[in-house]
């Protein structure tokens, strides 16, 4: 007990110094140690822990992780925890969700992706996603936006090329749905079961 009463009073100490940049950071609700906002190397953030610009391995216990800048790897430990990435995004987020709210590239694996333009692969229970997505692999995917591939039980989105689920719905049909029931406005059918193709093909 008395090692790790010295270990904190050692990080507390530590976190008064401010650095450009910190090889790693523990994050609590309202404090990081260091207080350091550009982190390169692992931040350990448990139930909050929030900078501006992180590198490297971000783990999430019982935790959301929030950043505006990432590359690398975001973890959470039996998928309970959050990351949040406000601007852009490279790497592997891997939590119960992943909200990422300006461009993305890499993979989201969750029960809940939440993003704004992701390029990768997006797979969870709940893909959302506002403006564009590549590749969605989940139980329900909604694409406010455009989509390349959709696979899923069900699948929406505004422009899409590949549908493939039990029901699939699209305003803009650029290639083919293949499903149990198929909605596209321009397609060759607007309603037509087990598969429907852009009707301007």
Known sequence: MKRIKTLLGMICLISTITFAETPFQLGVPGTNMPADQTVKGVRLNLLYGKNTNMSGLDINILALGETNNF???????????????NNSFTGVGIGAANIHLGQSTGVALGFVNYTNDFTGLQWGFVNFNQKKSVINLGAINFNQGESIVDIGFVNYAEK???????????????????????????GFFPVFPFFNIDGRL
């Open 71 to 85: 590359k690398g790897v975001q973890l959470s430990p039996f998928w309970i925890g959050a990351n949040k990435v």
């Open 160 to 186: 899409t090329t590949f549908q493939l689920g039990a029901v699939n719905f699209t305003n803009d049909l650029q290639g083919v749905q293949i499903g149990f029931i198929n909605f596209a406005k321009n």
